[in-house]
């Protein structure tokens, strides 16, 4: 390990992960533009290179890009990848309050600490953890998804009902094209392009995105900036000194983000919703989650970049990647003629530990990038609106496009963004739609191969009768009363809130 330290922090290595963490950046902060389009475009130029350094500039690309997905969540409500959706419900908020700097601070500092929770965990404990994640089937899966589901209640807004209403729309919208079984076309009306299902990164583009930009163009006549922001000297020292002071919720998620991202096809969405609801759960002040709490930042930051390190202990311990980006990095070290597996981390140690300390080299540049840049990007939400509203209106066709370079994505992201809109009108939440739209993919096909286990057994030995799935049972159950008696609670808390300030007034 000492040797493989030294190799990563050579020149030439750490020349490589300047390059990477620069492109994850610039790939980040694009809508649609995500960490897997970016390491796949990356992958050409690591033929040429020794495993050891393409493996750096990749592995970086990847932590980069997924701390800069925060950056449009955070600005302009975009979240350009799945993972970046939790972080939008509050970093947005942040922004709207002239906070958009801290916001941007919290953001790379907590997805550090995150990059080193799942870095470490990949260079320590890849075997043990790995064959863990062996014992998670399609029942567990099916429960996973099912407990991510009782997120819908932390970010339903002031209507539970709305809230499960929204999230039954955004999973009926993952239905759409050939089924998880039987190969039946559905909702897809003849369109070619739909057979092979939504684009989530499109959809979710158009649940955030397009209606902001329709809301920018509604108030251009009463705010022509987006925000204010004001330049305070000290913003990213007070902001990590605070963090800092309050590191409860930012190793909670950073573990909780790294167990997901071990569990193959999990992946940084489910654990930064995951690590997102939890915050929620164990705050004090549940009712700020949603309207600016900088808790909500940390806890999806943190979460979303342990699962990335996470999600690359099944791929070098058992060769099966757990995320997108894992699995172009799989064909990488293919390419280099590198097969991973049970024997990889004894045969071939060099490259595991100096990828391994990549990660975590990475973490800290782009920590160092992030934190000096924070002003800067922050400042990007003074361009008047009559300007930002086009601008980004662009970026979202294009990472619309982008993903499969099909125009049926582009309508479809503005026909969802259009409906949305119209449906915020009446009081719905877009968070429970967007968590649909990413949980529907994942839930049905772990339920309908659950239910093709059963037909050997039955539907309560594989469903209830499996250790894992007993215990992801009872933490749903749990959690689902949890969420209906604190939002009991918070309810009676505003009438008292209410009754006391007409009290004052009378």
């Not at 998620?253 to 489910?270: H, Y």
């Not at 799989?330 to 049970?342: D, M, R």
């Not at 049905?444 to 469903?463: K, R, Y």
Request: charge should be positive; include cysteine; hydrophobic fraction near 55%.
């Amino acid at each position: 390990m000492v040797e493989a330290l030294t190799e990563a922090l050579g020149p030439g290595n750490m020349l490589f992960i300047a390059i990477g963490v620069l492109g994850g950046i610039m790939v980040g902060a694009l809508p649609g533009f995500t960490a897997t389009m970016g390491t796949a475009l990356l992958l050409p130029f690591t033929f040429a290179l020794p495993p050891a350094q393409g493996l750096a500039m990749l592995g970086a690309l990847y932590v980069a890009a997924m701390f800069a997905d925060s950056v449009p969540a955070c600005l302009v409500n975009t979240p350009g990848t799945p993972s970046a959706v939790a972080t939008a419900l509050d970093g947005f908020q942040m922004t709207l309050r002239g906070r958009g700097q801290e916001a941007i601070v919290a953001s790379c500092f907590s997805a550090m600490i995150g990059t080193f929770v799942g870095g470490f965990t990949f260079l320590f404990v890849s075997g043990p953890l790995a064959d863990i994640a062996l014992r998670f089937g399609p029942p567990e899966f099916f429960w996973i998804g099912i407990f991510a589901v009782t997120i819908i209640g932390g970010i339903a807004g002031d209507s539970l009902l709305k809230g499960i209403a929204g999230g039954a729309l955004g999973m009926l919208v993952g239905t759409i094209g050939i089924s998880a079984t039987g190969a039946i076309s559905r909702y897809t009306f003849g369109i070619p392009e739909l057979r092979g299902g939504v684009s989530i990164v499109a959809a979710l583009i158009g649940i955030f995105a397009l209606p902001q930009i329709l809301e920018m163009v509604k108030e251009r006549k009463t705010k022509d900036t987006i925000a204010s922001f004001e330049r305070r000297p000290g913003v990213a020292r007070k902001t990590i000194a605070w963090i800092v002071r309050h590191p409860v919720n930012l190793l909670r998620s950073s573990v909780l983000g790294t167990f997901v991202g071990i569990l193959p096809g999990a992946g940084s969405p489910v654990a930064s919703l995951m690590a997102y609801n939890e915050a929620r759960r164990w705050s004090r002040d549940r009712q700020s989650f949603g309207k600016g709490n900088i808790q909500g930042v940390i806890a999806s930051e943190a979460a979303g970049n342990s699962a990335a390190g996470g999600a690359l202990v099944p791929l070098v311990a058992l060769g099966v990647p757990g995320s997108a980006p894992a699995a172009v990095i799989l064909g990488a070290l293919l390419l280099q003629g590198v097969q991973p597996g049970p024997t990889f981390v004894t045969s071939q140690p060099d490259i595991v530990y100096g990828f391994a300390w990549s990660i975590i080299i990475a973490g800290v540049v782009t920590w160092i990038a992030g934190s000096v840049l924070s002003g800067a990007i922050a400042r990007m939400i003074l361009i008047p609106v009559r300007l930002l509203a086009p601008i980004v209106l662009f970026l979202s066709i294009v990472g619309a496009f982008a993903i499969r370079s099909s125009y049926v994505d582009v309508y479809l992201m503005l026909g969802l963004g259009f409906i949305v809109y119209l449906l915020a009108q009446i009081g719905f939440h877009p968070g429970p739609i967007g968590l649909g739209v990413i949980l529907g993919p994942i839930v049905e096909p772990a339920l309908v191969q659950s239910m093709a286990m059963a037909q050997a057994s039955s539907n309560v030995e594989i469903f209830f009768g499996r250790p894992m799935s007993a215990a992801l049972v009872a933490l749903t159950v749990i959690s689902a009363l949890w969420v209906v008696w604190s939002n009991s609670k918070d309810r009676a808390n505003r009438k008292n809130d209410v009754s006391e300030k007409s009290e004052v007034a009378g």
